[in-house]
Every structure is written in C-alpha cells, then in structure tokens.
C-alpha cells in the first residue's frame, strides 16, 4: 500500500509544483477537519473510480489567485471554485494516464461546506493521502465503484 501512497503523492507533487506551489506530504494525523470544499471526478474504463480532492474552503481563493496570477481580492467565489474544479480536472487526468491508461475522465463536480470527508455514494476510499500545500493541508483520496 505504501507504494501507492508513494505514487499518489508524487503525482500530486508532480502536477502542484508544475502550477509553482510549495507542497509537501502531510502525516494524516496532521489532517484538521473544518469547512472545506471537495472536488471530484469519476474514471470510467477498467478502472472504475472517483477521485476527491478537499482542501480549506478559505483557500480556494488563495489558490485560485496564486494559479491565475491576479490578486486575491479579484477572485470571485465562481472564480475560486471553477479554478479548484479545474486544479480536479488536471489531477484526474495526470492519474488516469498514470494508472488507467485507456478510459473516461468524467467532469469535476465541487462541493462545498463539507466538515467531514466521506467516500462518494456507491464507492468504497481506497486510499487517502495528505498533503500540505501554502501552509494548507490538502486530502486526496481515491475511491473505488462498486457497479
């Protein structure tokens, strides 16, 4: 399992410092629960998953502003959101090309004002890895479908 963890947190450092965050790994422990706001995509092909990125809904905009290179006072809500939902899209397809190959990347869905992380309707959290990213701790999980 530790290999996959491995994988999972390379693929997020890889995609994360690519966009000139800092990023490091973050020991679940670490992980506070507050108001967040959840990003999710579904892989369809021979791996049928969905994939949840939640980070502190107070730093949507912060990452929103720092990716598109505008102030924070300029990002609009719509704005931080669809950027976070697009921060999902990248993720989601740096992980099916890594690990799926062949298959369908579904379009990001975000939630917001979640306190507590839980695996999508009919899927099973196979994985969680925690990172930490600007000071803001992240949570990446992977879950797989039943049907």
């Known amino acids: ?13 890889d995609v994360l ?3 000139g965050f800092d990023f490091d790994v973050l020991e679940p422990s670490g992980y506070p629960l507050e108001e967040s ?15 949840a990125l939640s980070i502190p809904a107070r730093f949507a905009r912060t ?5 598109l290179g505008i102030e924070e006072d300029d990002v609009s ?3 931080a959101l669809d950027s976070f939902g697009e921060l999902m899209n990248t993720m989601g397809g740096h992980f ?20 507590e992380c839980e695996a999508p309707k009919g899927a099973e959290e196979a994985l969680v890895a925690h990172f930490i990213c600007e ?4 949570r990446f999980s992977v879950s797989v479908r039943a049907s």
């Open 1 to 13: 399992m530790m290999a996959i963890t491995d994988k999972i947190n390379e693929l997020a450092h």
């Open 63 to 67: 990452f929103s502003a720092r990716w």
């Open 135 to 138: 000071g803001f701790p992240i």
């Open 77 to 79: 809500e719509h704005v």
């Open 96 to 115: 099916k090309a890594r690990f799926c190959g062949k298959g369908e990347l579904g379009l990001p869905v975000v939630i917001e004002d979640r306190a």
């Open 37 to 51: 706001v959840t990003a999710s995509i579904a892989i369809d092909g021979v791996w049928r998953g969905i994939l």
């Open 17 to 19: 410092m690519d966009m």
